[in-house]
């Protein structure tokens, strides 16, 4: 590999004099000078020349950008892969069953053991799940800039342990409880939660949302890391584990809204709040299992310093070449960049990147990358100016699934106390009303293998495309499943409440004659509106997003998710205020949910989620996917 030419060796400036010199006296002279000659001609081209095939060589075994988590550069063939992304699966089992062990039945310990109202506690149970997928752009953000994807996990398991610790102590010590009531009017509620006991309450939900928010903006992008994305296997293991990351987020719900829904039912919430204690501790030496697998990206500063300097210098320059007393500034559309082999070599150790010329789209943002900018600090490459057009481009993406997950927030809220008002028996067992879960949730086990190896393949073969269905047409899909979803909840709740008259139990708080499965319709129509938009825009996000930020862009997909909780509730109070106002009869007001009219609300989410799906339908066929952009 490392041949030498003694033409090199010497180079041109080889003194021929020395075969003619008969001179022994300056016989020594002459080798001092071609010993000199010879070591500065191995110190200029050869050893660049070594030097350059030896990172060649090192690329090939090395991954470029990466280190295990020792902090040394991680090695092909001995870390990442399927084996290191299988551990980040098994742990997002157990971290989702400790998350929705409480979080899918939050809603009725709020009201049942802290003695919030229905409408208080569904806003309470949204703002704390809005909070913690939030969180995850705060996750996202320090993986990508100051800290690695693994660290960040650690950090954010050891804090959910921490809130949870808190929870389950409150739950088990009766004096940082209220007293127990018994509701004989349903007009008149039980005295709420005091002030002291509430800061414990909300202390414990918030650092559980901080942990959270930590581990899902840190864990799937740390295993969709694992893969090649250069090679078309890789890019398709990487689909496959998005796919499979929703499998297990299923696998862990499956197991927290039946039995530890259960055990928080039958023998107590303490109970429940240990099992996801428990289980969000030994997610930990799990994960550290899987530590000599792992490689991990590493964190190349702030991605949101170079979005706003970009945004900053092209409104700058925009304003200055406007200006009469400004000259003409020149687009630099050759620009170059240099990136130095080492420090102190001479101009042939720098390796030119070859020219970039900006992209037509967002031509607003071009101007930004100029020759001279007025300071230095201030100087934007195309590249970055590039960068900073991908995530405008995905914002309206983004921006459209947000009120899906605004759907989505009902499973939490009115879906869960629409089912504890009926009759919750199968037989002879009795299931928890916020076990209903378990329907959208099995529908998703099942689909999601089938979607990997049957629907996809079959996509592949009659599209001849390398992934067979595009993310954005997954995404679509789910969208159009939220509208039917939000229909069906609405003739569903007009059943349940002509149930409620016919019967007598209008003022009651019995359950109703009528089945709880009605309810499940909606759960599994939104359960499936899930599956195809959350693995879509997870691989979306981190597929088209610059490779510096892919941590912080695949948290887009959890704070779309929060986004939806918020507005959820600020539906449910503008609703209840407006109504209040200018009806006879609010629509979601007082402790008794038969006097609510949420058919009116799941009609209106109806309407605005249509609405939604038109804004969308203009977006995605207006976006061009990176890779197939030329300049890409």
Known sequence: MFSLDFSLLVGPQFPQSIKRTPNATSFHQQFHK???????????????????????????????????????????????????????????????????????????????IMHFSPSTSANIVTDFMGTAFLLALLGGFLADAFFTSYIIYLISAAIEFLGLLILTAQAHIHSLKPSPCVLLNTRMPCQEVDDGKAAMLFAGLYLVALGVGGIKGSLPSHGAEQFDENTPHGRRQRSTFFNYY??????????????????????????????????????????LLGSPTYKAKVPRGSPITTMFKVLAVAIYNSCTSRSPSSGVMVMDASLTYTTETSK??????????????????LNCLNIAAIRKPVHPLLRCTVKKVEEVKIVLKILPIFMSTIMLNCCLAQLSTFSVQQASTMNTKLGSLKVPPASLPVVPVIFIMIVAPLYNHVIVPFAIKITKTEMGITHLQRIGTGLLLSIVAMAVAAVVEIKRRRVAVESGLLNSTDPLPITFLWVALQYLFLGSADLFTLAGMMDFFFTEAPISMRSLATALSWASLAIGYYLSSVLVQLVSQITRAYGQTPWLFGSNLNHYHLERFYWLMCILSSINFLSYLFWAHRYNYKSTSPHN
Request: glycine share 8%.
């Open 344 to 361: 102190g070599e001479d101009d042939i150790a720098k390796e030119e990147v070859p020219n970039q010329t900006p992209t037509e789209s």
């Open 246 to 287: 929703v499998f297990c987020l299923s696998c862990g719900a499956l197991i927290a809204v039946t039995f530890v829904v259960w055990i928080e039912d039958n023998k107590g919430w303490q109970w429940g709040f240990g099992i996801s204690t428990a289980t969000i501790l030994i997610s930990i030496p799990i994960f």
């Open 34 to 112: 071609v010993f000199s000659t010879l070591r500065s001609s191995l110190r200029n081209p050869i050893q660049i020349k070594l030097k350059i095939k030896m990172e060649e060589a090192h690329q090939l075994t090395t991954w470029e950008g990466y280190v295990d988590w020792r902090n040394k550069p991680a090695m092909r063939g001995h870390h990442g892969g399927m084996l290191a992304a299988s551990f980040v699966l098994v742990v997002e089992v157990l971290e989702n069953l400790a998350y929705l062990g409480n979080a899918s039945n939050l809603v009725l310990y709020l009201s049942k």
